[in-house]
């Protein structure tokens, strides 16, 4: 009897012992299951507020870059008024350089003498003198710069016309039918020497290479030449000596 109760109590203590077991082995596993709970609620906390950052921060960016692209635009519009100031400052020097050598800024060629047409008329004026008419060719605008022609009768020194300084507008534009006149008084002296031409010589400037040999409506009794400057007033070309 006593064998009995004491192996019952054996049984007992030691369903005891499992219960007390299985007990522990439950509150373990209750823990261990609240720590992960904990755990995979907090990288999804952290997953969310990595999301919230990341919405945050590019819904910032495109308003950042919306500024830096108005602020180029800004720019851009600075460029071109500067670009305009530039065009007027352009338009400025130009307008300063025109009338900085006279107005003569863009002008056409210079005459050659090769460049023009002329004709000779005896006048009785002055003791008598040539009215040589210069006109442009067809076709060509030029600008007689040099006031005074290069007249001569012959190759000789004594046959070089000097110039009076009667006249004179500089530069003439010759085109179309606008001409430009000079006259040459072929003896200035009283005496009776002289010599004898048919033909003059003239030239737009000293070194013409091709200057024009033009014949005379008579023959000149030349001692001393003189030639006026071109002018468009042929009142202005009687040539005389002062």
Do not use: H
């Not at 210079?110 to 003791?127: I, K, P």
């Not at 008598?128 to 001569?152: F, Q, R």
């Not at 737009?204 to 002018?231: G, R």
Request: glycine share 12%; net charge negative; charged share 20%.
């Amino acid at each position: 009897m006593r064998s009995r109760l004491t192996a019952r109590s054996a049984r007992l203590v030691l369903a005891a012992a499992v219960v007390t077991a299985l007990a522990a082995t439950t509150t373990a596993c209750d823990n261990n299951d609240t720590a992960d709970a904990g755990s995979s609620a907090t990288p999804s906390a952290v997953a969310s507020a990595g999301s919230g950052g990341s919405d945050s921060s590019s819904s910032e960016s495109p308003s950042t870059s919306g500024s830096t692209t108005g602020g180029s635009n800004s720019a851009g519009t600075t460029d071109k008024t500067d670009s305009g100031d530039d065009s007027k400052s352009g338009s400025g020097d130009d307008s300063k350089s025109g009338s900085g050598d006279g107005g003569k800024s863009g002008y056409g060629q210079s005459c050659g003498t090769n460049d023009l047409d002329f004709t000779v008329t005896s006048e009785s004026q002055a003791g008598g003198y040539y009215l040589v008419t210069a006109k442009a060719k067809s076709g060509i605008t030029c600008y007689l710069d040099v006031n005074t022609p290069s007249v001569s009768f012959g190759s000789g020194a004594d046959g070089v016309a000097s110039p009076v300084g009667q006249g004179g507008e500089d530069p003439i534009k010759l085109t179309g039918s606008a001409v430009a006149y000079t006259g040459i008084s072929p003896k200035t002296t009283k005496s009776n020497a002289g010599k004898e031409f048919e033909n003059v010589i003239i030239a737009t400037t000293d070194n013409d290479p091709n200057p024009a040999e033009l014949k005379l409506p008579d023959t000149a009794n030349v001692d001393k030449p003189i030639v006026t400057n071109w002018s468009t007033n042929r009142a202005e070309t009687v040539p005389v000596i002062v």
